[in-house]
T-cell receptor, first 114, second 112 residues
């Protein structure tokens, strides 16, 4: 177990709806990154939050947004859901200020858009 | 062309075999190289982490990085059926920004 927990584990939404996914980071980790993993593909970086600020973003549209809270937990929000948003959404926590601390992933939230 | 290329497999081997998994990459700025194992419908689990070039061994697993060839490998000795999973290589540029660039993953099947 990595200590990174995500909720819910899976959900089904209708095209056009909005969804919020949640992540609790590992104790001592102040950085949270979100990834999208389509079926049969490697995870794709969405964005990273450090000390409640977004400090890096991948090639995803603005309808993907996030938050990080003072306790370093995080949310991923997706508006105007599209069928192609169906994927496993992964949260990873890390602490770049520590030497050789890599990203540890949660079990993911499987989102199905119908 | 993708930044990181990885053969998707599946790779099927008998129990006890030595497994070799590989990735190539195009960005010479990558400094940190990781291997993750992912079981079906689970999150990736960090297996090996290597900085720059060289070898790293941990039990039955050995990771190799050849930056001159932009090529990384993961070797699994005495493979077990429990090793059956998808293996993802990942890499990043520096310490402060944790963006990982992943390969597509290689599905490994170890038969008893």
């Amino acid at each position: 177990e990595t200590g990174v927990t995500q909720s819910p584990t899976h959900l089904i939404k209708t095209r056009g709806q909005q969804v919020t996914l949640r992540c609790s980071s590992q104790s001592g980790h102040n950085t949270v990154s979100w990834y999208q993993q389509a079926l049969g593909q490697g995870p794709q970086f969405i964005f990273q939050y450090y000390r409640e600020e977004e400090n890096g973003r991948g090639n995803f549209p603005p309808r993907f947004s996030g938050l990080q809270f003072p306790n370093y937990s995080s949310e991923l929000n997706v508006n105007a859901l599209e069928l192609d948003d169906s994927a496993l959404y992964l949260c990873a926590s890390s602490s770049p200020t520590q030497t050789n601390t890599e990203a540890f992933f949660g079990q993911g939230t499987r989102l199905t858009v119908v | 062309q993708k930044e990181v290329e990885q053969d998707p497999g599946p790779l099927s081997v008998p129990e006890g075999a030595i497994v070799s998994l590989n990735c190539t990459y195009s960005n010479s700025a990558f400094q940190y190289f990781m291997w993750y194992r992912q079981y079906s419908r689970k999150g990736p689990e960090l297996l090996m982490y290597t900085y720059s070039s060289g070898n790293k061994e941990d039990g039955r697993f050995t990771a190799q990085v050849d930056k001159s060839s932009k090529y990384i490998s993961l070797f699994i000795r005495d493979s077990q059926p429990s090793d059956s999973a998808t293996y993802l290589c990942a890499m990043r540029v520096n310490t402060g920004f944790q963006k990982l660039v992943f390969g597509t993953g290689t599905r490994l099947l170890v038969s008893p």
